[in-house]
Every structure is written in C-alpha cells, then in structure tokens.
C-alpha cells in the first residue's frame, strides 16, 4: 500500500492551512507527525481519509484518487481527535455495533482489541462512565480490532497512562512488521522517537521531513 500526497493545499475561507504538501508513505512502516497544534496535522489526517476535500492537489492510494468521488477509502482505519460513541450502551456494545456494519470480525476479535489496550475489565461499563483515558481507548480498540491495513491515531495517548502507552506502541511496531502503513501525530516527542521511521513537521502550512533529535517542541 501506498498513500501519495501531490501539491495539497487547503484553505477555510481566507485560513491557508496547509500549502503545496508532498509526501510520500508506504507500507511496512510508521509516520510520525509533529507540530503545535493548529499546525495542521488533523486536517492532513482528515484528507487523508476523505472527510475534508483538498482546495488543490489530491491524495492517492495505490494510484486511486478515493475521496474525488465521495468513496472512502478500504481497509483504513482512524482517530482523529476525541472518539464518538454511545453513551448508554458499554464499551463492548459500542465496537460491536460497528463490527455489525461490515461483518468482518466477531467478538474474539473485538477482545482481543480491548485486551490490547487494557480495558477489557471495563468492556461492559457503560461509555458515559469512562474517564478522558478509557475513551480514547475505546478509540484506539476501534481502529485495531478489524486489522486495517492503514492506521491512523490522532493524538492517541491522552489521558492514558505509561504503562498502556508501552502496550500499545509494542503493538503497533509489531503490527508495522506486517506490512501494515500507521501514522501517528503527537506532540509527545519520546512518543515519536520510539514509534516513528519516519517524521514529518508541520509550520506554518508547510510540511517537510525531520530528523528525531531536532524536533521543535
């Protein structure tokens, strides 16, 4: 798999948010995306995944333009700013919900998920009774659980604790050897040299690769 971003700019109105971007990701490995925030990191992400149209320029997957034709794009996966789920049913029933819409996994699958990011003994509580951290869990668990081949985790660890955040880095790397094409944007820069091959920085509309040890927090 191959995303592709050719001379994408995006404008709100008068708002120049991203201009001229070039960026090239392929599978097997792990984007990291830095920058202050308003930088436009979620709305590269957004792109990305066809829920904002691009002002010029596009987005290629393997060659295909998606998002040109109000088509998402298959086997990608996201979170990108705060999760939205029901409030009145659990954590389980709400991935479960949304595994009934394509059919593709079951409930081992959606386990396994939670068990990755330790919050399978909180699987029946109901979504209103979780904390910030528990949330963007659920989050997380929703990308996960049907093994997209593209991930992408906006701003994933807030809120949860260090030890989670090691589980779930190990698991991404491991899933990074399996081909898989995962992007993360962060503003946490150990988060980033431990997970990221490669990352990018965003200033100013302007995007270019960075080297880890010379980011600008």
Partial sequence: MEIKVENLSKSFK??????????????GKIYGLSGRNGSG?????????????????KVLFD???????????PNLRALIEKPSFFPNLSGFENL?????????????????????VNLYEEKDKKYSEYSLGMKQKL??????????QIMILDE?????ENDTVKKISKYL????????????STHIKEDLDNLSDEI???????????????LDF
């Avoid at 989050?139 to 997209?148: K, L, S």
């Fill in 63 to 73: 060659g295909i333009e998606y998002n040109s034709n109000d088509v998402y794009v």
């Fill in 14 to 27: 008068k708002n120049i948010v991203l201009k001229d971007v070039n960026l090239l990701m392929t599978s």
């Fill in 96 to 116: 479960k919900l949304l595994a009934n819409i394509q059919h593709k996994i079951f409930d081992d699958e959606i386990n396994n998920a939670l068990k990755v």
């Fill in 156 to 160: 994933p660890f807030n809120g949860i």
């Fill in 139 to 148: 989050g997380i668990a929703q990308v996960i659980m049907e093994n997209p």
């Fill in 200 to 214: 990018y920085s965003f200033d100013n509309g302007t995007v270019k690769k960075a080297w880890k040890n010379f």
């Fill in 41 to 57: 990191k979620s709305v590269l992400l957004k792109l990305i995944c066809g829920l904002y149209k691009p002002t010029s320029g």
């Fill in 173 to 184: 790397l491991q899933e990074k050897k399996k081909d898989k094409l995962i992007i993360v």
